[in-house]
């Protein structure tokens, strides 16, 4: 009698397994970095252009295509997020340094625009079906040991790491 009950527990694991291997799979999908010799503009979307395109200052555009996974950048881009709001939280509460404080909401609420706008490009590149990881598997930064983090412990992934060393022909870092 107990050979179903084994099958069935078998059965209930295998599943499982493949659950949380799912939970694991990379979401695969390209953003493509832009760079116009003329303005030396360097700027990502997620609008692939394999015949090329002109810029608007009527220059073609330099692009670098980068394989990645979705999933990985929203993940960090969703945890940068929350850092940003954790800094803006005692950035409010810090009445003591105004002008530094100011200074500093600002430069915040900059990043926080940005993280944004990377993480909604995320979405419109996979179809707006990224999902980032569950982070209780395994903690972000064990599994993608490439990924950097700066001085105001945000995420930097490969993909946003010194855009302008794509371009060996430019000539200025981006602002
Ligand atoms: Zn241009």
């Given at each position: 009698m107990s050979e179903k009950t084994i099958s069935l527990d078998q059965f209930r694991k295998k599943r499982e397994e493949a659950k949380a291997q799912e939970e694991l799979e990379p979401f695969e999908g390209c953003l493509v970095w832009l760079h116009?010799?003329?303005?030396q503009k360097i700027e990502y979307t997620e609008v692939r252009a394999p015949g090329g395109r002109t810029h608007r200052c009527g220059t073609k555009v330099e692009e670098v295509e980068v394989f990645l996974d979705l999933r990985a950048e929203l993940s960090f881009t969703l945890e940068n997020l929350k850092t940003i709001e954790a800094h803006l939280l005692e950035v409010g509460q810090n009445r003591l340094k105004k002008l530094l404080a100011r200074s500093l909401e600002k430069t915040l609420l900059q990043l926080k625009a940005s993280e944004e706008e990377y993480a909604s490009r995320l979405q419109k590149a996979g179809g707006g079906r990224v999902v980032p990881y569950p982070q209780e598997t395994q903690p972000l930064v064990e599994r993608f040991a490439e990924v950097q983090i700066n001085p105001l412990g945000l995420y930097v992934t490969p993909f946003r790491?010194?855009?302008?060393?794509?371009?060996?022909?430019?000539t200025k870092e981006p602002s």
């Open positions: 116009c010799p003329n303005c790491l010194e855009p302008h060393k794509r371009f060996p022909n430019n």
